[in-house]
């Protein structure tokens, strides 16, 4: 997986599983878009919005994959 892809995962991972009303999330928010806008300037074509919902699905997959397996075996 791409470094500032995955970054940009945990980031919003993160500041998704704080507390909304904690100050820890809100420092968590201003990470994750700061990741975003860094990305952003770096990268003058890409739009946004096209970013955050490439980040968003990238998210879902993400965890998708972080979901463990049930331990029994499907019925047949």
Do not use: C, F
Request: no cysteine.
């Amino acid at each position: 997986m791409n470094p500032e892809l995955e970054a940009l995962i945990l980031a919003r991972d993160a500041a998704e599983q704080a507390e909304s009303d904690s100050p820890e999330a809100d420092r968590l928010l201003r990470i994750y878009t700061a990741r975003l806008d860094d990305l952003l300037q770096r990268r003058p074509g890409l739009a946004r919005g096209a970013l955050e919902k490439a980040v968003g699905l990238a998210h879902n997959r993400w965890l998708k994959a972080q979901a463990k397996p049930s331990s029994l075996p499907p019925k047949a």
